[in-house]
T-cell receptor, first 117, second 113 residues
Framework: KAGVTQTPRYLIKTRGQQVTLSCSPI?????VSWYQQTPGQGLQFLFE???????NKGNFPGRFSGRQFSNSRSEMNVSTLELGDSALYLC????????????????FGPGTRLTVL | EDKVVQSPLSLVVHEGDTVTLNCSYE??????LLWYKQEKKAPTFLFML????IEKKSGRLSSILDKKELFSILNITATQTGDSAIYLC?????????????FGKGTLLTVNP
């Protein structure tokens, strides 16, 4: 089985712009979760999508949004970029049968490194 | 505020040593505790623990959860240089119909030959 893929792998944007990141889960997985990783804050949960619906959400502002398509692929959008949004953005997929995020094994993608100038 | 604390923050050992990594948590409505290993990029799943006192084991790695004292430990025996990585602990908890997942800052393990 192919693993979780994320595109693009690297991205440079300027403050005020918006960005869309993509995540393709493992075939058959219906849950996709998104995370932000920075040296200062570590790994933080953004949100989880399951069957095209946002099922769980972390504590990020509304500038961070996402969606999931019928084939389980997910996109994450960040609007009005700030310098502090520079981070590694990881997505993870899981079967999602058990309920919420973290209740079954998650497989992470390689991440998208976003730099905001 | 809900939180997950890992200790130590970093650890340097020699090959063959045994290490114990700690993760304590303070959350309401605990659901599960997860351990991940992160080398270069993406974390890889190690264990998911939901019940107290039941050891999970995979090769030289093992982990156990104590829901009364609110902590978990990850043991690595006969360490190898390939065990060098950041080990992350995460806790899932529910608030109403919403699940949240909070990570600790991680333990950086360096295994020297």
């Amino acid at each position: 089985k192919a693993g979780v893929t994320q595109t693009p792998r690297y991205l440079i944007k300027t403050r005020g712009q918006q960005v869309t990141l993509s995540c393709s889960p493992i075939s058959g997985h219906r849950s996709v979760s998104w995370y932000q990783q920075t040296p200062g804050q570590g790994l933080q949960f953004l949100f989880e999508y399951f069957s095209e619906t946002q099922r769980n959400k972390g504590n990020f502002p509304g500038r961070f949004s996402g969606r999931q398509f019928s084939n389980s692929r997910s996109e994450m959008n960040v609007s009005t970029l700030e310098l502090g949004d520079s981070a590694l953005y990881l997505c993870a997929s899981s079967p999602g049968r058990s309920g919420g995020v973290g209740t079954d094994t998650q497989y992470f993608g390689p991440g998208t490194r976003l730099t905001v100038l | 505020e809900d939180k997950v604390v890992q200790s130590p923050l970093s650890l340097v050992v020699h090959e063959g040593d045994t290490v114990t990594l700690n993760c304590s948590y303070e959350v309401t409505n605990f659901r599960s505790l997860l351990w991940y290993k992160q080398e270069k990029k993406a974390p890889t799943f190690l264990f998911m623990l939901t019940s107290s006192g039941i050891e999970k084991k995979s090769g030289r790695l093992s982990s156990i959860l104590d829901k009364k004292e609110l902590f978990s430990i990850l043991n690595i025996t006969a360490t190898q240089t390939g065990d060098s990585a950041i080990y992350l602990c995460a806790v899932t908890y529910s608030g109403g119909s919403n699940y949240k997942l909070t990570f600790g800052k991680g333990t950086l393990l360096t295994v020297n030959p």
